[in-house]
C-alpha cells in the first residue's frame, strides 16, 4: 500500500544513498546568509530528487525545501524537507548529517522521516502511530533526576545569542552530566526521541531543520517547546525537546528570551 509515510521513507533511503555516494565529490560551496550558512550543489540535488519523488505520487500536496528561493506561508498540506540538515558536517567529511522530510498538516508534523546513511539509521514516526529507528520502536528516556542527563544543543555563531546562551549552558553544565553539540538539529532531537539524550535545545534556527525530528520525539513520548516556554510552531526560531521526565523548568530557570 502506498501512503505518504512508505514513500518518503524510500525516497529519503534513495537520496540519502546519493549524498553518501557524493560525499568526496563536491565541487561547489557557496555561502547563504553567512559565511557559517553554506550550500553544496549537492544540497540542490537532493532537494529535487526528494520533491521529485514525492510529488510523482502526491502532486496535490505543497512542497518546500531549505534552498527554495521563496518564503512558505502554506501550511495546510506541505511536505517540508531538509535535504542536507548538518551541511558544514557533510563537507567535512563527518558522519553526523542526515535527510529530513516532514508532511504538516495545518502546520502540525504529522509524518517525519529522517535517514542518517553514514550511520546506517532511518529513523520515522507518524501522528498517532509510534517513533521508529530501523524499524524497532523506540521511546523517550525514563530517567528524571538531572545529574543523569545528558543535553544536546547547537552552539549560536552570533554574539547575542551567545549572551543569551551562555548561562543557560553554565546551568546545564552545572547541573547535567554532559552538554553534547552535534552540528545537526535534527539528529539531536532524533537522539531525544531514542533516549540518547535526555533534552535537546537550540536558540536561532527554523522549522525546516526540526519539523520530522519533533514528530518523532512527540510520539515517543517526549515534549516539544520553546526556550521561552510557548507552544512550538512553524514560526518557533528555538527549540527545547524533552523527555518529558526532568521537567521543563529545570532547562528555563531563570531565563527568558525578552
Not at 552540528?183 to 535526555?198: D, I, K, N, P, T
Request: charged share 25%; net charge negative; with cysteine.
Amino acid at each position: 500500500m502506498i501512503t505518504r509515510l512508505s514513500v518518503a521513507l524510500d525516497v529519503a533511503k534513495e537520496v540519502g544513498k546519493f549524498v553518501m555516494d557524493h560525499e568526496n565529490h563536491i565541487q561547489e560551496i557557496k555561502e547563504k546568509n553567512s559565511p557559517f550558512d553554506v550550500v553544496t550543489e549537492v544540497d540542490k540535488e537532493a532537494q529535487e530528487m526528494i520533491i521529485e519523488g514525492l510529488s510523482s505520487h502526491f502532486a496535490q500536496d505543497l512542497f518546500w525545501g531549505e534552498e527554495s528561493d521563496y518564503p512558505l506561508e502554506d501550511f495546510s498540506s506541505t511536505w517540508v524537507i531538509d535535504p542536507i540538515d548538518g551541511t558544514s558536517n557533510y563537507i567535512h567529511n563527518l558522519p553526523l548529517y542526515g535527510i529530513s522530510i516532514a508532511y504538516l498538516r495545518e502546520g502540525e508534523p504529522i509524518i517525519g522521516v529522517l535517514d542518517f546513511p553514514r550511520l546506517g539509521e532511518t529513523f520515522w514516526a507518524e501522528k498517532g502511530k509510534g517513533a521508529f529507528l530501523n524499524g524497532e520502536r523506540i521511546r523517550a528516556s525514563d530517567i528524571k533526576e538531572m545529574h543523569r542527563t545528558i543535553v544536546g544543543t547547537g552552539f549560536p555563531h552570533q554574539s547575542a545569542k551567545w549572551q543569551i546562551m551562555e548561562p543557560v549552558y553554565a546551568q546545564i553544565a552545572a547541573e547535567c552530566q554532559a552538554l553534547r553539540s552535534f552540528g545537526s538539529a535534527a539528529l539531536g532531537v532524533a537522539y531525544v526521541a531514542c533516549g540518547r539524550l535526555e533534552g535537546y535545545l537550540q536558540l536561532g534556527l527554523s522549522f525546516y531543520d526540526v519539523a520530522a525530528a519533533i514528530c518523532l520525539v512527540r510520539e515517543a513520548g517526549g515534549e516539544v517547546r520553546e526556550l521561552g516556554n510557548k507552544e512550538w510552531n512553524v514560526r518557533s526560531r528555538s527549540i527545547l525537546a524533552t523527555n518529558s521526565k526532568i521537567g521543563m523548568e529545570k532547562f528555563l530557570k531563570d531565563f527568558s528570551l525578552s
